[in-house]
Nanobody, 124 residues
Framework: QVQLVESGGGLVQAGGSLRLSCVAS????????MGWFRQAPGKEREFVAA????????YYADSVKGRFTMSRDNAKNTVYLQMNSLKPEDTAVYYC?????????????????WGQGTQVTVSS
């Protein structure tokens, strides 16, 4: 069982930055693929970014490429999502997710473990 706790959300003006953190419980964090998803009101949950546990390769949704950076610190059981040049359309609840698959990283069905989410609001 893995428990995930997100933090770092908040209110920011368009063009600003935020860094989200996700702390995971468990001693095998380094062998888990981690993902970030988001869900805006009235919309389906969508993939944002993922980082593989093999080689630390990262994957991003086209809508955030070049603006968001995902990283992990295995010593701290933590993943981060650095979000720059934020836009109002980035407003959503952001969720951290964890799993052991190396395929389908952009699908929410790949991840059995989820955090409670943290709200990000970008004002225009």
């Amino acid at each position: 069982q893995v428990q995930l706790v997100e933090s770092g959300g908040g209110l920011v003006q368009a063009g600003g930055s935020l860094r989200l953190s996700c702390v995971a419980s468990g001693r095998t964090f380094s062998s888990y693929t981690m993902g970030w998803f988001r869900q805006a009101p009235g919309k389906e949950r969508e993939f944002v970014a993922a980082i593989s546990w093999i080689g630390g390769r990262t994957y991003y949704a086209d809508s955030v490429k070049g603006r968001f950076t995902m990283s992990r610190d295995n010593a701290k059981n933590t993943v981060y999502l650095q979000m720059n040049s934020l836009k109002p359309e980035d407003t959503a609840v952001y969720y951290c997710a964890s799993g052991q698959s190396l395929r389908g990283l952009d699908s929410s069905r790949t991840y059995p473990y989820w955090g409670q989410g943290t709200q990000v609001t970008v004002s225009s």
